[in-house]
């Protein structure tokens, strides 16, 4: 299929996993014990009148398709719902804090990949050398370790008792205005929690993606062609290896956001994974409902884009 | 090539594919090698190339003597300047031996750009003259192209139009028309006629379709369960089979201009390449096997010039 | 029908001999049947009420009478980790059982009736495989409630298409394979192929998949618990909640411990469903299992 084409299915996926999301937001705000009323008007501190109001517009009084409606029109204007607990429209006060969070995860993400990449080209290029199985070795490790655990750790050693990094927040208490090494200082740990747990796992892919490259046929061709095995790796394996790479960063961010939630919650990084661990404890409903769909969209988001990067990259779609 | 032998030293057991096989190629001479899968026919030219893998795979003994130089000893270096250059393979499956990543024109140039060293353009140009010389119509628009956006005959063209680039002494083809379609695998061979009788290559044909073999080679050496079993010239081997195998072979191609009443076939089954029958490797097949047979190795008996077979049958007091 | 299950006990204590092979895959193995027994045993191990508060003894450092340490409400954290097995061992079995009937029943059908159910379970398997599962499983347990059944349950939903993935994908090639065919020419019904046939023949990697999805659900769980929804009340992951406050106090082993529970354990069911893996399986070399092939494979569609 031509490459528009090929762009054109995958924003309806996205766009479509959207509206499913939405549908899920709907269903469990429905299926919830209690029902609708429970978690979207539990609040106490609702007035009368903005009862009445959201009653009205989530049209709680009338039948179920309409309410779904009004819900998903809702969601298309932006109204998510009002915060228990800052008393303001829901959609605010997440989106408020999606910088903080990106801040935190965009250097995560490029790093994984930075350095992923190079381990897992450097154990391909060497399978089971020394290199090769301590990586094997050191992946599983990190597989099975809790990131809110290394967090602790992290944070024990470095804040505590080296009392080298701070322990939390994004910035000094004194912070006027924006001091780069200050932020940097506070990223550091939390990033490095991030990273190290997802970074092992990653170049192992990597790796067994370039692998199984090597085992084409078109690689036994360069050979007969009398190439160096340089080159074979860099020019013939490695394009074809990292393909399938851009397709499992779209994975990644997924498991980098789950992360992101309980990484800020041990270093108290003021984004959306506080947010989340702030929202649950207060109840806040509509904000929980709303991180929900900032999550799912920030994945499908993602995921169109590396859809589209490596559309861009495999000459087989971009050239139909 | 003087008495190969190739065994692969695997966990499981020792699996001999070559056993000592010697054959003869005359400059601008074409040989077709003929067996069946497994007969050992792909190692042999894997081993002439240097592309076979050495770990599992052991050269046991034997001499390949290219330009009165012994292929064997030589390193890698050395190995991979006469591959692609004056030893040059086409490989049995078109649609998975190109490197999709790459540009077509590309794959041609860049033997032309390793061995002889001409520049990119340069070698590029040269390349479009190839894809010419091979057929493939619009050649310089689609020397830009992908290998996906080329049938499997196209596909197979260009890998002729890689193997001929820098007019190599020998050009080996391993079973180049198996993946196509009956009318392509004609344009094929016609093509290799023409490129063979133009350049004057020596051509080892690799096949178990003895028709290819009567259209293309003048020579024949047959192959079964890793030994040479005859050798001789086109018209010899065709016209007065010595071999059982071989006759059997004949028989088993169905003949248009001649009644049949059955299909013939060779009745039970290549042997096992790890435990095979004692004596003659071929005598549980053999119509024509007695008791020598099944008790000791048939020497390979001359039948006068370079013609031999590798039978009881063929020997000297054996016959009248 | 006793050659049968001779030829069983057979395989068995092959697969055993070759398991036990792997240290490793043994080690882990007795720890985890030390921490199910403990965990079952716990209340006879221990007497008296394992979350009884005795503020005398707030935040001890670790010592020959409270070797983890004691949290801070004076309780021993050694007492509360094993009693906090129980939740995670369940939970993990649980949801790990949950998603393995799911993902094989998927899976078969899917496979061996291909089209439209084919694609029907693909697509929702898709779904749940881009939507993230983290924050549904917050949203879900958060706003029904953090019960242990809604905690398997949603964990387990949301596991199941990387086990319907691999089933659909064996039984896909189990399909090619002459015997199937023959029962098909002898006309046997669908149900009849699905469970005497091709069921059975994938109950080895079914198995071996299944534990190795334990470390990631016992990590989902104690995530869960780290951010507030705990099912039972002693669990490691909310004792890792709790610690958050007392970190800046020095008490490091308020999340050392608990942490280092979830750790192991994790570690373990990997340990083990690795061994497993070659114990069972040990002629498959690559398996389709990774996920460079799965993703490979999907760009093909």
Not at chain 1, 80 to 98: D, I
Request: hydrophobic share 50%; with cysteine.
């Amino acid at each position: 299929m031509g490459f528009g084409t090929y762009i054109t299915k995958r924003l309806i996926v996205a766009l479509g996993l959207l509206f499913v999301v939405t549908t899920l937001n709907f269903a469990i705000v429905h299926l919830a014990p209690g029902g609708p009323e429970a978690v979207l008007l539990s609040n106490p501190r609702l007035t009368v009148e903005a009862r009445t109001a959201i009653i009205k517009s989530l049209g709680l009084d009338k039948p179920l398709y309409e309410q779904y409606i009004a819900y998903v029109r809702g969601m298309l204007t932006g109204d998510w719902g009002t915060s228990y607990f800052y008393l303001e429209p829901a959609f605010k006060v997440v989106a408020g804090r999606v910088p903080a969070t990106l801040l935190l995860m965009v250097p995560s993400i490029t790093l994984t990949i930075l350095i992923g990449v190079a381990l897992g080209i450097l154990a391909a290029r060497r399978p089971y050398s020394l290199l090769d199985r301590a990586l094997s070795s050191v992946a599983f490790f990190f597989y099975a370790m809790p990131a809110f655990w290394l967090g602790f750790l992290l944070l024990t050693v470095f804040s505590l008792y080296l009392a080298v990094l701070p322990a939390s927040g994004m910035t000094s208490v004194t912070g006027v205005g924006f001091n780069p090494i200050d932020y940097l200082r506070h990223l550091l740990l939390p990033m490095l929690t991030l990273t190290l747990v997802n970074v092992a796992n990653f170049s192992l892919l990597v790796r067994s993606s370039l692998i199984e490259v090597l085992d084409q046929n078109y690689i036994m061709t360069a050979r007969g062609k009398g190439l160096t095995e340089r080159t074979i790796f860099y020019r013939h394996a490695l394009r074809n290896g990292l393909l399938p790479t851009v397709t499992m960063i779209g994975l990644y961010v997924g498991f980098i956001l789950a992360g992101a939630i309980l990484t800020e919650t041990v270093f108290s990084w003021p984004g959306l994974g506080l947010l989340t661990f702030d929202s649950i404890f207060r109840r806040d409903y509509p904000i929980v409902l709303a991180l929900f769909f900032i999550f799912s969209a920030m994945v499908i988001v993602a995921n169109l884009v590396t859809d589209i990067v490596y559309g861009l990259l495999d000459p087989r779609i971009s050239y139909e | 090539m003087e008495d190969l032998s190739v065994r692969f030293y695997l966990e499981s057991g020792i699996v001999r594919a070559v056993e000592h096989v010697t054959f003869n190629l005359e400059k601008g001479a074409s040989l077709g090698i003929v067996g069946e899968s497994g007969s050992g026919k792909t190692v042999t030219a894997l081993t002439i190339m240097g592309l076979l893998p050495m770990p599992p795979g052991r050269v046991d003994s034997g001499r390949i003597l290219f330009n009165h130089e012994d292929l064997l000893i030589k390193n890698s270096d050395q190995m991979r300047r006469i591959r692609g250059k004056n030893i040059s393979m086409i490989y049995q499956d078109p649609m998975t031996s190109l490197n999709p990543v790459l540009r077509v024109g590309f794959q041609i140039a860049e033997v032309l750009m390793v061995h002889e060293g001409l520049s990119a353009r340069d070698a590029e140009n040269k390349a479009v003259e190839l894809m010419v010389a091979t057929g493939i119509p619009e050649a310089e628009k689609r020397a830009r192209e992908y290998p996906h956006q080329f049938s499997g005959g196209m596909r197979q063209r260009i890998m002729i139009a890689m193997a001929l680039a820098t007019k190599p002494d020998i050009v080996i083809a391993d079973e180049p028309t198996t993946a196509l379609d009956v009318i392509t695998q004609a344009q094929i061979l016609a093509l290799l006629k023409d490129l063979q009788k133009e350049h004057s290559m020596a051509i080892i044909l690799i096949t178990h379709d003895l028709g290819i073999v009567a259209e293309l080679c003048n020579e024949i050496l047959v192959m079964y369960a890793g030994h040479g079993m005859e050798f001789g010239t086109a018209k010899e081997v065709f016209s007065d089979p010595k071999h059982p195998y071989t006759v059997g072979l004949l028989e088993s191609i169905t003949r248009v201009d001649k009644e049949i009443s059955r299909l013939n076939s060779i009745p039970g089954s290549i042997p096992d390449q790890m435990k095979p029958p004692s004596g003659c490797r071929f005598h549980p097949r053999c119509a024509r096997a007695f008791d020598k047979c099944a008790l000791e190795e048939p020497h390979s008996f001359s039948l006068g010039g370079e013609r031999f077979s590798k039978c009881w049958l063929s020997e000297p007091t054996k016959r009248s | 029908m006793s050659k049968n299950s001779t030829r069983r006990l057979q395989a068995a204590s092959q697969a055993w001999r070759r398991y036990s092979r792997n240290r490793g895959a043994l080690l882990a193995l007795i720890f985890l049947i030390v921490l199910v027994l403990a965990a079952a045993f716990a209340s006879v191990i221990f007497s008296g009420d394992p979350e009884a508060p005795d503020l005398s003894k707030d935040r001890r450092p670790p010592s020959i009478i409270n070797p983890f340490g004691t949290d801070y409400l004076g309780r021993s954290q050694l007492t509360l980790i094993i009693f906090g097995a129980r939740t995670s061992l369940i939970v993990a079995f649980a949801a790990g059982a949950l998603l393995a009937v799911l993902g094989t029943i998927t899976g078969l059908l899917a496979g061996y009736y291909g089209g439209k159910i084919d694609g029907f379970f693909m697509r929702m398997a898709d779904v749940f495989l881009t939507i993230p599962a983290l924050p549904l499983i917050l949203l879900v347990v958060a706003v029904m409630g953090p019960s242990l059944l809604n905690v398997m349950l949603i964990i387990g939903l949301t596991g199941w298409p990387t086990m319907a993935r691999i089933v659909r994908s064996d039984t896909l090639s189990l399909m090619k394979r002459e015997f199937i065919e023959i029962e098909k020419v002898m006309g046997a019904n669908s149900r009849r192929i699905l469970f005497k046939h091709l069921l059975p023949n994938q109950l080895n990697s079914i198995f071996v998949y299944t534990s190795l999805s334990l470390p990631a659900v016992i990590l989902t769980e104690a995530g869960l618990e780290f951010l507030g929804l705990a099912p039972l009340s002693i669990s490691w992951g909310f004792m890792l909640n709790t610690s958050i406050s007392y970190w800046i106090t020095g008490a490091w082993w308020l999340s050392f411990f608990p942490g280092l529970a979830i750790f192991s354990t994790s570690l373990a069911f990997y340990f083990v469903s690795e061994g497993l893996k070659d114990a069972l399986n040990p002629k498959l070399a690559r398996r389709r299992e990774s996920l460079v092939a799965q993703v490979v494979a999907e760009r093909e569609k």
